[in-house]
């Protein structure tokens, strides 16, 4: 009976093990933050574990990634002027848009479901305005949501978009009706790289004054205007793991995560040279 016990002890010890290993490679293998860098000379989509550790080149010649909320998919830009989806571990690259010269595109989303990107375009002509668009993961026909905005992102319920004008962050509908100003910046501040928190009922961005030498801060506000506030300093691009917890961002060209109050600041990266004012984006692979 003894003999049996211990064994049955032994084995009970052994499953333990095997399922905190399991949990704590999970950790990085499900949760991951992708970026754009240049790394031993080349410049490209990273990813990296919630921890750490992982890092890994997804594709080379890529900035402003984006994560599918729940997938495994990477939406980013190439050559300055067109949208490509990528797996994570680097297959399946797919085109979306066909531009040609004299378009700029940047700061693709996902929708939360990961069926719908969206993304700004800017042209060189004279006077233009840039514009915002929906585009589906196969690629397709093209819609405009609005006329000068850059930057945007999705609501996790997929009915609107935050999204940079001018100094301010600004909120619309999809249909392109409901426009409004959060932000209300005035003279000498401006506020970019907005992001939705999982459960929509915030949002968090980056604001700086525009002054010479003046350093960033990430900024959280509820979606209806109020409670703003300063959550992170000497901090940029802000990006919130998809159950909420946890915040990512960039300090001095290298990845952090904090709480989502701002405490518990973790350092991700040395001297790894992130794209400055780039997105970063958290995903939890499927």
Known sequence: MLTMRWFLGVLWALGMLVIMGCNSVNSDQQSQITFAATMNGTQGIYRIGETGSNLRLVMADGTSPAFQPLGDRIVFVRGGNNLFVVREDGGNLTQLTNNGIGVTVDGPAFSR?????????????????????????????????????????????????????????????????????????????????????????????????????????????????????????NASS????????????????????????????????????????????WGALQ
């Open 238 to 281: 802000p990006t919130y793991h998809p159950n909420g917890s946890r915040i990512a961002f960039v300090r001095d060209n290298n990845l952090f995560t904090a709480t989502a109050g701002g405490s518990a600041i973790t350092q991700l990266t040395n001297n790894l040279p992130i794209a400055t004012g780039g997105r970063i984006s």
């Open 113 to 233: 479901d990961g069926q719908t990107v969206v993304f700004s375009t800017s042209t060189v002509v004279l006077g233009a305005l840039s514009a915002i668009h929906l585009i589906g993961i196969n690629g397709g026909t093209e819609s405009t949501v609005v006329v000068d905005g850059t930057q945007p992102a999705f609501a996790p319920d997929g009915t609107s978009i935050v999204f940079v004008r001018g100094v301010d962050i600004y909120l619309i509908n999809i249909n392109g009706t409901g426009l409004l100003n959060l932000t209300n910046n005035g003279v000498g501040v401006a506020s970019t790289q907005p992001t939705f928190t999982p459960d929509g009922t915030q949002i968090a961005f980056t604001t700086v004054a525009v002054t010479p030498g003046a350093v960033p801060v990430i900024e959280v506000m509820n979606i209806n205007r109020s409670a703003r506030q300063t959550l992170l300093a």
